[in-house]
T-cell receptor, first 115, second 115 residues
């Protein structure tokens, strides 16, 4: 079974430029998560989707970050404009269901460097 | 408040030594779930184990074992006879329904296993 797929794996951009990350979850997984991981820290949730609905976006900086999951399968996370402090790894994860008991399965992440 | 503390930032051992990674959690929920993930240099978080709050039985899987103690709110992870391939960052995570379902991660413990 294929795991969570993310692209690109690496991205280098100038500050103030836009950037987008793509995630395809494990087939059949209805819940999708985007996490931010800063160097030396654990993942921090940005947004959680159940199917196509964003059910927890309280930690998403909505002035510059946006996300969508139009058909309830793959998802895109966008930053516009990027700032130096956005340099981090952006992780996507999926789980079969929405509960706190669910195991989340992670993709390899997109490592973003903003210059 | 929901919190996960991994007090050990880095641990260095020599191959074949046993090593224990500590995890202490805080939650007000009586039902919750604890997880351990491994993050090798490739960056992808790999699921290792999930325990629910009602099951305090210790678990062993090959060289890995987990000690869950509700009395001390700890969920420690031991690797027996460590190998170089065990070198990675290990994250402990807590999933509960405090204020809505959430999973939070500790800051991680970086394990170096030297040959």
């Amino acid at each position: 079974e294929a795991g969570v797929v993310q692209s690109p794996r690496y991205k280098i951009i100038e500050k103030k430029q836009p950037v987008a990350f793509w995630c395809n979850p494990i087939s059949g997984h209805n819940t999708l998560y985007w996490y931010l991981q800063n160097l030396g820290q654990g993942p921090e949730l940005l947004i959680r989707y159940e199917n196509e609905e964003a059910v927890d976006d309280s930690q998403l900086p909505k002035d510059r970050f946006s996300a969508e999951r139009l058909k309830g399968v793959d998802s895109t996370l966008k930053i516009q404009p990027a700032e130096l402090g956005d340099s981090a790894v952006y992780l996507c994860a999926s789980s079969p269901g929405p509960g706190e008991e669910e195991t989340q399965y992670f993709g390899p992440g997109t490592r973003l460097l903003v210059l | 408040a929901q919190k996960v503390t991994q007090a050990q930032t880095e641990i260095s051992v020599v191959e074949k030594e046993d090593v224990t990674l500590d995890c202490v959690y805080e939650t007000r929920d009586t039902t919750y779930y604890l997880f351990w993930y491994k993050q090798p240099p490739s960056g992808e978080l790999v699921f290792l184990i999930r325990r629910n709050s009602f099951d305090e039985q210790n678990e062993i899987s090959g060289r890995y074992s987990w000690n869950f103690q509700k009395s001390t709110s700890s969920f420690n992870f031991t690797i027996t006879a460590s190998q170089v391939v065990d070198s990675a960052v290990y994250f402990c995570a807590l999933g509960d329904n405090t204020g809505g379902f959430k999973t939070i991660f500790g800051a991680g413990t970086r394990l170096f296993v030297k040959a």
